[in-house]
């Protein structure tokens, strides 16, 4: 295995890597190996939560509907994006797999635009979806810049308080401290 210098910044999700296995860690975070991906016909978990993801960037960054609490509309503009994301992802002909999946995220999305109706109606405005903190504006550890991204972070629009949403896409509900503190 080639020697390399340490990476200049460390992505947050890094540090799970980190401790599952160093080796590991070093293949993907300092050489950059990946591995090989034929055509897929499903996603894995990482594709399927980055879809969510997308969808989700995409209504944070769009004003016109971002701001709105009628749940039809939020749920119209999820829909929509999920689905193009999905053509521009797979193309028209899905497989079974893909168009179940599909489904699974179309209904987390209806879910989504439940909860994000009436949260809008109770002051809560969406600040930036996707905030990415890069090397010159971070923590550091070590010397090494600490960098990742927050889903979204939402204002309130009368008391001025701020929150963080991180999204979750597992299967099973698990407590936020496990998912951000415990070691695997």
């Known amino acids: 295995i080639p020697p390399r210098p340490p990476p200049s910044s460390l992505r947050v999700t890094a540090f799970r890597d980190s401790l599952q296995c160093p080796l590991r860690f070093y293949l993907k975070h300092v050489l950059g190996m990946r591995k090989f991906e034929s055509p897929k016909v499903e996603m894995d978990a990482l594709d399927f939560g980055n879809v969510l993801h997308k969808t989700l960037e995409a209504f944070a960054q769009e004003e016109a509907i971002r701001d709105t609490s009628d749940f039809r509309e939020i749920e119209a503009f999820v829909l929509t994006e999920l689905d193009a994301i999905f053509l521009n992802r797979f193309g028209r002909r899905l497989s079974l797999p893909l168009r179940v999946q599909q489904e699974g995220l179309r209904a987390r999305l209806r879910q989504f635009a439940r909860i994000q109706a009436p949260e809008r109606r109770a002051g809560w405005r969406i600040r930036?979806?996707?905030?990415?903190?890069?090397?010159?504006?971070?923590?550091?550890?070590?010397?090494?810049?600490?960098?990742?991204t927050l889903d979204r972070v939402d204002v309130h629009e009368e008391t001025g308080q701020r929150r963080i949403l991180d999204y979750k896409t597992s299967a099973k509900r698990k407590p936020a401290r496990s998912m951000h503190f415990d070691a695997p």
């Not at 930036?128 to 990742?148: D, K, S, W």
């Open 128 to 148: 930036h979806g996707e905030l990415r903190f890069e090397e010159e504006n971070t923590l550091r550890l070590a010397g090494v810049p600490i960098v990742g």
